[in-house]
């Protein structure tokens, strides 16, 4: 199947490739023009073809990025990983983890399944529609789960080299391991510091692996202070980009230089830094 664009509309064709023995290489020739490229469908394409795996394959994936489907498997691959991860199974949401991955990829995971679900477990928390040792299990799974990515991550590791921190006084993780992941499968070094990590060890720790930038995440108001206090030392030192997430900052600063990663994308963000097209942030603020 080739599609070719004219005038931004897409246009389907099917081809088949021949080998030219004389040219010593292979060509494709046109076997029929389909039509618009969402109009075609299966029985557009004559019945000689129409079993080929290329064909099968094609009329698949256009099936599973329906926007109807795709929010169907996903509303589905939600409600099972809230199951096993009420249950502690780790192992069995990293298979349904996979299964999605090869359709849809592993950024799209993280940004439409496993986000918007820690949310919602967020919420069934508060409402106590679950208690907090489930709650709390709910959390340890997916840390697990994050784990077991990690160990796994075959990606090469040829990119930037990024700090994750938080101030001191944050203990909530979650968020800095999905970042991690996140981070590491796109194939940058990450550092990931414990929390309760002292500043000074902090400091130590970027004279050493030299990251390209620096995220620091921060979840309660009342850390805020120290966020600011730790990005001033990190200034005072380095000269390094540093971006600042968390539910505790939010994007109404009225300090221009300070860059909220709320509501960047992850690959807008690795862009950012590439390109270095952003400045040192010396404050953040909270509502």
């Known amino acids: 199947m080739r599609t070719k664009s004219i005038r931004g509309q897409k246009y389907l064709y099917l081809v088949e490739s021949q080998w030219d023995s004389k040219k010593k290489t292979s060509r494709q020739n046109i076997v029929k023009y389909l039509g618009i490229e969402s109009n075609v469908s299966i029985h557009d394409i004559p019945e000689n073809y129409q079993n080929s795996k290329k064909i099968i394959d094609y009329f698949t994936n256009q099936k599973y990025f329906q ?51 820690i949310q919602q477990i967020d919420s069934l928390g508060i409402s106590k529609k ?24 075959d990606s090469e590791l040829k990119k930037k080299k990024i700090l994750i921190c938080v101030p001191y006084g944050e203990q909530h993780t979650l968020g800095t391991k999905v970042l991690e992941s996140q981070l590491a499968s796109k194939g940058n070094t990450v550092y990931n510091l414990a929390p309760f990590t002292p500043a000074s060890v902090i400091l130590e720790s970027i004279e050493l692996n030299k990251p390209d930038c620096i995220f620091v995440s921060v979840t309660l108001d009342e850390n805020v202070i120290s966020a600011n206090r730790m990005i001033q030392k990190i200034n005072d030192q380095y000269n390094i980009p540093i971006i600042v997430g968390g539910q505790a900052v939010q994007n109404n600063s009225e300090n221009e230089n300070v860059l909220i990663g709320q509501h960047l994308s992850i690959t ?20």
């Open 130 to 153: 679950i208690d907090l040792g489930t709650q709390t299990t709910c959390y340890n799974t997916i840390q697990d789960l994050m784990n077991l990515i990690l160990e796994n991550n």
């Open 67 to 117: 926007p109807t489907v795709q929010n169907e498997i996903t509303e589905k691959l939600q409600k099972d990983l809230l199951i096993l991860f009420q249950n502690g199974d780790h192992v069995q949401a990293n298979s349904a983890l996979q299964s999605y991955e090869k359709i849809y990829g592993f950024e799209s995971f993280l940004t439409n399944v496993l986000t918007p679900l």
């Open 268 to 287: 807008k963000i690795l862009k950012l830094i590439q390109y270095k097209k952003f400045e040192i942030i010396p404050k953040i603020t909270n509502s």
